[in-house]
């Protein structure tokens, strides 16, 4: 298959980056490629998906990144599995080598492992330059489940109408779960066995990066996990509190250890993000350190800093998260930074997971989430924008009868953006702005 051919099947099929921001992954593709990195280290706690797709659909995975590496030109496919996916490792391994051009890399279990520019330096070597894709090194980085994605169009031409999501923590039955997109996370929650008290809060998405959610939220292409904790753990009791909270904090306690920075992933590859100089700058008003306040742009929001290396309990994350917000509104462009060297002490500064784990305390929820797959539901609420780009035009109109895998909306002409698809039969009932209902 030609590349051309491919990036059009892609987009019409709906494939969307389905780990992370949902980059629409026709407009990842190159032939300027010279590595495929799949990205199988999970990054984040709690989540199962990556690595039990690896299990359950090897051969799938195995032939869409060989396929991925054919059109595209590269020189080779690597494989990313962190050492303490024993299962996944044990499937690749007994397979991979029917593929000539794809190669097995074993990760360590550190956090965030799988952040694209740690990957990349991890697999190749590569310093990504801050600000800058991963292509103007010439790496291609893909998802798991994407990658799935992408072999069930080319293969059995389906569209992406399904998702993958872990559902942990308080429920009776742990379990992934693949689900029509567009159903409610009520709904997961109803399969998984329901929440084993009343005193919860969830999470859509990993505990570092994710968000609070209600039973109402919508499953879209990039909902990796709904996890159910308790109140008081870290992950919710740093998002219920407020920003002006953060920064009296801030001012008040922070001794500028630079462990924020130290620890700061992307910081030890060279980055000029420096969390306690911003954090400095913050709590004493110092409005002339323009460079730190820049600086900002460079946090990816991996919320290391606030949830595993400040010991008083303080945000830098979202503190950055918020000056970047403004920085946006206000117009603001990213600067040009040159990277420093690779720090030489970046090993000695990884943060294993399991330590990570026990500081969130959701030691007790890291168990066993079989997955089995729960595709009958009788609504679904189906967003128009569901990734980066342009939000799709819908095609269908109230009382229409759609069939699952019908495209319902496309993005408009010449804008970054994939179709959207029915993810099950039936009538349509609303059509508005912001999303599609549809009924069986």
Do not use: W
């Amino acid at each position: 298959m030609k590349l051309d051919e491919l990036k059009n099947a892609l987009q019409e099929a709906g494939v969307v980056g389905a780990g992370g921001a949902g980059f629409p992954t026709y407009a990842k593709l190159s032939d300027q490629a010279e590595t495929v990195i799949l990205n199988c280290a999970e990054c984040e706690p709690l989540t199962k998906v990556d690595r039990q797709l690896a299990v359950q659909y090897t051969k799938e995975i195995l032939s869409g990144m060989q396929m991925l590496v054919e059109c595209m030109g590269a020189k080779e496919g690597i494989l990313a599995i962190k050492q303490s996916y024993r299962a996944a490792l044990e499937a690749v391994k007994a397979g991979i080598s029917d593929y000539p051009s794809l190669r097995l890399h074993v990760l360590q279990d550190v956090y965030p492992a799988g952040d694209e520019v740690v990957l990349i330096y991890e697999t190749t070597g590569r310093v990504v330059p801050q600000g800058k894709i991963p292509i103007v090194v010439g790496c291609v980085v893909v998802n798991v489940e994407t990658v799935l994605n992408i072999y069930r169009k080319i293969h059995r031409q389906t569209n992406v109408v399904t998702k993958f999501v872990t559902v942990a923590g308080l429920v009776n039955h742990p379990a992934t779960l693949e689900v029509p997109v567009g159903v409610t996370v009520d709904h997961l929650l109803e399969l998984a066995g329901g929440v084993t008290t009343k005193d919860y809060e969830m999470i859509m998405g990993g505990p570092m990066t994710g968000r609070i959610c209600t039973g109402a939220d919508l499953v879209t292409k990039t909902t990796k996990a709904i996890l159910v904790l308790p109140p008081d753990v870290p992950p919710i009791t740093k998002r219920k509190r407020s920003v002006k909270h953060d920064v009296r904090n801030a001012m008040s306690v922070c001794s500028q250890c630079s462990m924020c920075t130290s620890l700061c992933p992307r910081n030890l590859l060279g980055s000029a993000i420096r969390p306690h100089e911003f954090m400095r700058a913050l709590a004493n008003g110092l409005t002339d350190q323009v460079d730190t306040y820049l600086n900002s742009f460079f946090c990816v929001s991996c919320g290391l800093c606030e949830m595993y290396s400040c010991h008083q309990d303080l945000s830098p994350r979202r503190l950055l998260d918020t000056y970047k917000d403004g920085l946006r509104a206000a117009g603001v462009k990213p600067p040009e930074r040159a990277m420093k060297p690779v720090d030489p002490l970046r090993d000695e500064r990884k943060v294993p997971e399991h330590r990570l784990v026990h500081r969130l305390g959701l030691h007790p929820f890291d168990v066993d989430a079989p997955l089995r797959q729960e595709t009958d539901a009788r609504q679904v609420t189906l967003p128009l924008r569901q990734s980066i780009g342009a939000p799709c035009l819908p095609c269908v109109a109230q009382g229409d009868t759609v069939s699952r895998g019908q495209i319902i909306g496309r993005p408009p002409k010449d804008s970054l953006g994939v179709c959207l698809h029915a993810s099950i039969s039936g009538n349509v009932t609303e059509v508005t702005d912001q999303a599609i209902t549809i009924c069986s």
